[in-house]
């Protein structure tokens, strides 16, 4: 312990260093062995934190071939161990790049579409969480609550599946997957402001306008520049959506003659760019956390 004689006069100036978000890995000099192992350890982290249950998917961009992409397999991701339970899939058209793969999900169009679109997205979630449900089901919009969520922005939008089934196809069904291309290409324009401008070849930007986007009825996608920031945007999506539904359940629940302290406010656009910056520069504290979890869970088995 210091002598009180040493400690530094009280600066009342005196500020931590900002956090920044730190220079983008080059996604394609990453050892392709190194990325198996950390998607797998990514699928064991989603389901830990209830952002997949038996269904949801993460996957990433190949990191040597940027033409094709890796997912698992059809396994719950609890269960996903080792790097023969992945599967490579052309970016062009979700097909596996070898002939006797395994069965796969069905919704990898939902990845395949956003690698294609968008060069900078090397990682893409989906998930059905629980929490956020809620946001996919009864219209209120889901808004950044909290700071930690900065991402979200002030306008997450909405895909509805409903609005590209065709009324001429009477033989589709109608079960909300994301399962073709069309299906894919309909969600993934969802992930920029300005809409889809066919005349242009390159109408979309490297990267996407939105980190979140909604899915009626259904769940959420979201996608990073690596698997730690999507995995991130995945987890904290849904610990914000629990923080909105409950604040917005105890305003409900005042007893009379009590009054709220405060007005329920959303993080301005402002608060929401610096929230970002703050939370993709400091994301790789939280990452080593949620490694350790599922290293010493013995529900999960990392053979990558
Ligand atoms: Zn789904």
């Not at 038996?54 to 609890?78: N, W």
């Not at 889901?142 to 509805?160: E, K, W």
């Not at 290409?185 to 986007?213: M, N, Q």
């Not at 409950?246 to 929230?275: Q, W, Y």
């Amino acid at each position: 312990m210091p002598e009180h004689g040493d400690m530094p006069e009280w600066n009342p100036s005196a500020r931590a260093e900002t956090p920044t978000p730190p220079q983008p890995i080059e996604w394609n000099s990453q050892d392709v062995d190194e990325v198996k192992r950390k998607l797998i350890t990514a699928n064991h982290i989603l389901h830990h934190h209830g952002v997949v249950d038996g269904y949801g998917h993460i996957s990433v961009r190949h990191p040597s071939h940027p033409d094709k992409y890796l997912m698992s397999g059809y396994l719950a991701p609890a269960l996903v161990s080792s790097p023969d339970d992945l599967i490579e899939y052309w970016i062009n058209d979700s097909s596996p790049v070898s002939p006797h793969a395994k069965k796969g999900y069905s919704e990898r169009f939902i990845h395949g579409i956003m690698y294609a679109m968008y060069p900078k997205v090397n990682c893409v979630i989906h998930s059905h969480a629980e929490a956020v449900l809620p946001y996919a089901t009864s219209g209120v919009p889901l808004m950044p609550v909290i700071h930690m969520a900065g991402f979200l922005g002030n306008n997450v939008p909405v895909f509805d599946i409903g609005d590209s089934y065709s009324s001429s196809c009477p033989d589709e069904q109608q079960d909300l997957l994301v399962r073709t291309a069309k299906l894919g290409i309909h969600l993934a324009e969802k992930f920029v402001k300005t809409p889809r401008d066919p005349s242009f070849e390159s109408h979309f930007p490297p990267d996407p306008d939105y980190s979140v986007v909604l899915m009626r009825r259904h769940g959420y996608t979201t996608h990073g520049r690596d698997i730690e920031t999507a995995v991130y945007r995945a987890i904290y999506t849904k610990i914000n959506a629990t923080a909105q539904t409950n604040s917005m359940i105890l305003r409900g629940a005042l007893p009379p003659g009590v009054k709220a302290k405060f007005e329920l406010e959303f993080l301005t656009d402002e608060m929401c760019r610096g929230c970002s910056r703050m939370n993709e520069g400091t994301h790789d504290k939280p990452w080593k956390l949620w490694v350790a979890e599922v290293e010493n869970s013995s529900l999960y088995t990392n053979r990558g």
